[in-house]
């Protein structure tokens, strides 16, 4: 059993990090105050051929493994939470499925531009009645025969990237007596499929420089060449996206720890009280020594997680024991961060602040903390 990254992974990685040192670090603060969206960021990932990590290189993706996408969202969460979730909401839920389920014809038409033409994905499930049961929905897509299209009408809630994004992946109910087998995936076209509206931009607790928004369908008309998969495949679809989706959390949850981590080990090592560095005292130096024991345990369960998903094999377990794992280490770790730095880590000139807030959503985001124990349950028998 080999620990080390490949070689490939680290050279990438190593990329990721000085891109993110030199282009996103000086602006991570500024883009969360002014809750804007980092466009010339995204576009710039684009140029570095990261928008498509997991992405087969046929459709202009880079072709790398479950654990190269983990690695390359786990240094962008490490300087900013936000472009780390759009860019994961991008990669796993907007382009993969497209990847995993589309027609050759619609890997062409919509994910080649996901990948390698600048355009941002998005995917909308949650709706203002459902939540965790993510199933009870009330989106529906009735067909009408006479025009050989589908109408789309509904509202989806809390869909990250919805009023920035080029394409999103609407999840609709097609036929209501057949429960899970009902539900089909759309390709809407925010900008030119009329019926779409972004209703609302929601104002939020952290990760205010990825947008979160509430969309409106109504009367959105789709041919029948935007159903992805089949009609029913909708929920088999889902189930599978959200196994990725959640190795996606996790390793943001692993960057977001370890930047709050790196904040408090250079200002332990920096601060001096009493004559000597707060890291001298065995308090501070515990608090700091739990945050790296707390991060590589996360890392370890995200890194098995995601090789277990790129070998093909069930991964429910393992992905859903990493987001739980690495989501509560991630708030506790930018905690003990805040904590460490004292008066200063309140201020917004420290990122551990950043990293706190930002920290939480990780909790409940794609499943939340007490659904994972739920599917850990069943996993285990339970």
Sequence with gaps: MDFELPAEHRMIR????????????????????????????????????????????????????????????????????GIGLSYAAHTSLGAKPIDHFGSHEQKERWLRPLTEGGEIGAWALTEPGSGSDASNMDTVAEYDPDTEEYVLNGTKQFITNANVAHSVLVKAVTDPDAGYDGISTFIVDPENDDGFEVTTVWEKMGLNCSPTCEIVLDDVRLPADRLLGDEGDGWKQTMKTLDGGRISIAALSVGLAQGAYEAAKEYAGEREQFGRPIAKFDAVRDKVVHMYRQIERARLLTHKAAVTYGEGEPV??????????????????????????????????????????????????????????????RELGL
Excluded at 18 to 40: L, T
Excluded at 42 to 59: K, Q, R, T
Excluded at 338 to 366: C, H, N, S, W
């Design 14 to 81: 190593d990329t990721v990090r000085g891109f993110c040192e030199e282009e996103i670090r000086p602006i991570a603060q500024e883009i969360e105050d002014e809750h804007r969206f980092p466009d010339e960021v995204f576009a710039a990932l684009s140029e570095l051929d990261m928008m498509g990590v997991p992405v087969s290189e046929e459709y202009g993706g880079l072709g790398g493994d479950q654990l190269l996408y983990a690695v390359v969202t786990e240094e962008l969460g490490r300087v900013s939470g």
């Design 316 to 377: 429910t377990r393992e992905s859903a024991l990493a987001k739980l794992d690495a989501s509560e280490a991630a708030r506790k770790v930018a905690e003990e961060a805040v904590q460490t730095l004292g008066g200063y880590g309140y201020t917004t000139d420290f990122a551990p602040q950043r990293f706190y807030r930002d920290a939480k959503l990780m909790e409940i985001g794609e499943g939340t903390s007490e659904i994972q124990h739920v599917v850990l349950g």
